[in-house]
């Protein structure tokens, strides 16, 4: 499956911003879809996580009350609902794709086998 990810910009502290994931190819519902993000010189950490049916989530305690994954499987895309954003949200965030059902999130970006191209936003005080 191939990713593409968008909807980065300016966004002000306490304001909100939805990242979207196209995916294509193979059947976007037999895939377990994850966000992650990796600010300046810091290492590439989960936000959330969305089983193909969109049944099941799970969330990074740091995005837990303030963002919301979703996925529309009719238009094969998958969506971060991020709300009461701060300064420390800054980064680019990546879309990634795990063929399998979601029992547990995977936190390791190693077990991933496709990624978006990332997108990136900046929160500003």
């Known amino acids: 499956v191939q990713l593409q990810a968008c909807g980065g910009g300016l966004v002000q502290a306490q304001g909100s911003l939805r990242l979207s994931c196209a995916a294509s190819g193979r059947t976007v519902s037999l895939y377990t879809i994850t966000w992650f993000r990796q600010a300046p010189g810091k290492e590439r950490s989960f936000v959330a996580t969305i089983s193909g049916n969109g049944e099941r989530t799970f969330y990074a305690e740091s995005a837990e009350g303030r963002f919301t994954i979703s996925r529309d499987n009719a238009k094969s895309t998958v969506f971060l609902q991020m709300n009461s954003l701060e300064p420390e949200d800054t980064a680019v965030y990546y879309c990634?794709?795990?063929?399998?059902?979601?029992?547990?999130?995977?936190?390791?970006?190693?077990?991933?086998?496709?990624w978006g191209q990332g997108t990136e936003f900046t929160v500003s005080s």
């Open positions: 990634a794709a795990k063929l399998g059902q979601l029992f547990r999130p995977t936190y390791s970006s190693k077990s991933y086998s496709s």
